[in-house]
């Protein structure tokens, strides 16, 4: 695993605009891309960007505020249409998203020509919408499989309150869920720590020949020589590296369950929506103030904030102001008066964040 | 009804790219906004073209492709987030749109502050999928009603096949069926006759004087003056105005059944996907090439037809071509090997097209 860098290719919220398109967030790395969130227009940003939509692995859904999932039919149906796709296209999110992808493909009669599984994440009590009761979440007895569709899990959160997605030896996906005003999870991606270098000339000089005893000491095993020496991995393996952690949040007004699974990550996506004299409409909407997200980001001690899912009152900075319009700067900002310089950045549409290795440098020189 | 003018938001099939939006066509009229059709990525087009969506007052959706509907739940939120509407807002579609909108904005629990109403148009046996044995249509029992959903009607077509969609003095929508792989069907709305000028400085030599005579006049009956004289509505007002009719067709391979509405139309918007050499792959998928397109609005003696629809493949004109690439122009050429130059219009995103009053004077220079 070398590369690992984030695209972002929609960083506004609530709708779409010209110059800002809503969430999404892509992880490249060495096997593919993962998507977060998958926003109305998400399609047409991929298409704009360097990426190939037919690399497109998997597919994580925070929440189902139509800001994060009304692009994904489309995309579907899309990636569908130049794919030649062999394993299955995974989709998590929460509890509704099968009713979600399911009805959209069923009722445009979507032909998508590659298998794909929808993995559902059990909600908790604490995650319900407060008008639950006067307005009750859509839960269909059951939704027809898609000729194209194969059974995917429920994933259930352990005692700890995390739900465990995924895991490969290079890459485990895990999911807290964060406080909003539909039920609302953020992403974990944690990669494995790869074991140091061989010390090629001190293994020669020892008199080891390279082969399976190499991959022995890589390992982390002892190994005896020929002449009954005994050769022990810290003397010839370098330290280890640590893997990266990169952590992905869904909309929320509160992350602090993130203490559980993401202290020293090695980057944060996190919204901050609104600027801090808005904080009560903000918290109300379920949504962070930068100030409440730059001061999570310094308790969690990431080594980088990166800040999309900003309002569209906030023009970007490129565009050009007109009178009384305000630039995003005013969120970054106010992020600046809790976080030193290198550690936070505002993400806007097509910038690209290369993840760095471990120990990180802690540079904002990553984003392009 | 003096405005009546045709802006072309997404003229292009099966999925957007960053040059061209999939369909949706705005009819402006002195009363509103009618959209026809929703593809995703419509609501940011309404915002780079000049229409106010809060004008929109109703939708007609002609199937429920993808390409024709996924922009429907964005565009719903956000024509909500600045719309002082007092009117609901009504939907039309074949039946399963109430299923697409309800389950959409269910899921995303999207707060739409307006009300809004889906009337479906019940499909006949024609018009089912061929495939609609393995793969049945999705019609569940019962889809719950929105928070702010009024409940519309089921239109059934009449004995002739014509579905009535809506109609008040100034205009009527129709529908009828055309052939595809899913229930589609084409509006046509029909403008009423407007009576014709009174001729003023003859009234006045007759001794008639303003006021409630005159209204009579225009009406259509005769009135009789003071000294007896008996003056008819031919003497003093002139030849009525024919209303217009504008046609705006779903996705078809077959579109005969516009012979029983459309002779005549002022204007039929109509697609034609890929070109005449490719025509067993396009009708294979439902679809028109432009001599079957042509060939329709020169039977239909249409005074207008404008081509939409078109495969991503061609290029837009006002692209650059690259070298293999193929420009639109293949299509209109085609089309004009059957109707003259003064008779049919390519549509380009962002285009208008103002129609005429009738008797037109058929020139495409109504097209800006
Ligand atoms: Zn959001
Ligand atoms: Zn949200
Ligand atoms: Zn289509
Ligand atoms: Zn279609």
Redo the contacts with the bound molecule.
């Keep these: 695993m070398n590369t690992l860098a984030l695209t972002f290719l929609g960083t506004a919220?609530?709708y779409p605009t010209p110059s800002r398109c809503?969430?999404c967030t892509a992880l490249s790395h060495d096997e593919g891309i993962w998507l977060f969130d998958c926003g109305e227009g998400a399609q047409v940003q991929l298409m704009k960007s360097p990426l190939k939509p037919g690399k497109i692995s998997k597919i994580f859904i925070t929440?189902l505020?139509g800001?994060?999932s009304f692009g994904l039919p489309g995309l579907l149906c899309t990636v569908s249409q130049n794919s030649l796709r062999t394993e299955p296209l995974e989709i998590y999110g929460p509890v509704g998203l099968r009713h979600f992808v399911c009805t959209n493909l069923a009722l445009s009669r979507a032909d998508v020509c590659f298998d794909f599984i929808v993995h559902e994440l059990e909600t908790i009590p604490e995650q319900q919408p407060l008008d639950a009761e006067e307005w009750p979440l859509q839960v269909p007895s059951s939704v027809p499989f898609h000729p194209c569709e194969r059974e995917g899990r429920l994933i259930r959160p352990d005692d700890n309150l995390i739900w465990h997605l995924y895991s490969d030896p290079k890459l485990t996906v895990k999911a807290v869920w964060v406080k909003h005003r539909v039920p609302s999870f953020t992403f974990v991606v944690q990669e494995s720590p790869k074991s140091g270098k061989l010390d090629a000339s001190k293994l020669k000089a020892m008199g080891v020949p390279p082969g399976p005893l190499y991959a022995k000491l890589k390992a982390g095993q002892a190994i005896s020589l020929e002449n009954g020496q005994m050769v022990s991995p810290s003397e010839v393996v370098g330290p280890s590296i640590p893997g990266r952690t990169v952590v992905v949040s869904g909309?929320s007004c509160d992350s602090s369950e993130l203490n559980k699974v993401a202290r020293g990550a090695t980057v944060l996506v996190h919204?901050a929506?609104l600027e801090n004299s808005l904080w009560e409409q903000c918290v109300q909407n379920g949504?962070s103030t930068p100030e409440m997200t730059a001061t999570l980001a310094k308790e969690l001690d990431v080594k980088m904030l990166v800040i999309t899912?900003v309002s569209q009152r906030y023009k970007t900075r490129a565009a050009e102001l007109k009178e009384g319009d305000r630039s995003v700067q005013i969120l970054l900002d106010e992020a600046l008066e809790i976080l030193p310089a290198d550690k936070v950045i505002l993400a806007e549409d097509f910038a690209v964040y290369t993840v760095p290795q471990q120990p990180p440098g802690g540079s904002a020189s990553n984003m392009t």
């Design positions: 919220s609530a809503v969430s929440h505020h800001d994060h909309d919204e929506t949504h899912h």
